[in-house]
Nanobody, 119 residues
Framework: VQLVESGGGLVQAGGSLRLSCAASGTTYSINVMGWYRQAPGLQRELVADITTGGRTNYADSVKGRFAISIDNADNTMYLQMNSLEAEDTAMYYC??????????????WGQGTQVTVSS
């Protein structure tokens, strides 16, 4: 599975951005896709994830502000980010969790897209 993120950039606090993650390759094996972020000096953390069935999970820090969605027909995942805060500044990474027999689970990461929120 190959993942390509896009949509990052510089935005003022209170603004919005929409991230996209396009998957290609053996996309039939994807069970869950997610967005993670990593700020300088901090560990990578989960932002939100979504199953191919549409079940979502969010970090407490983004609940009510971010919305994750998936278009299974286009194999693309989105993250709509509203009411952005300076604390949201980070590199955002796309993750695909796959499972195939007999290999089992395998995780794939995108190259990341930078989000910078100016206060």
């Amino acid at each position: 599975v190959q993942l390509v993120e896009s949509g990052g950039g510089l935005v003022q606090a209170g603004g919005s951005l929409r991230l996209s993650c396009a998957a290609s390759g053996t996309t039939y094996s994807i069970n869950v896709m997610g967005w993670y972020r990593q700020a300088p000096g901090l560990q990578r953390e989960l932002v939100a994830d979504i199953t191919t069935g549409g079940r979502t999970n969010y970090a407490d820090s983004v609940k009510g502000r971010f919305a994750i969605s998936i278009d299974n027909a286009d194999n693309t995942m989105y993250l709509q980010m509203n009411s952005l805060e300076a604390e949201d500044t980070a590199m955002y990474y796309c993750l695909a969790e796959t499972w195939r027999f007999p290999e089992g689970r395998a995780d794939y990461w995108g190259q990341g897209t930078q989000v910078t929120v100016s206060s």
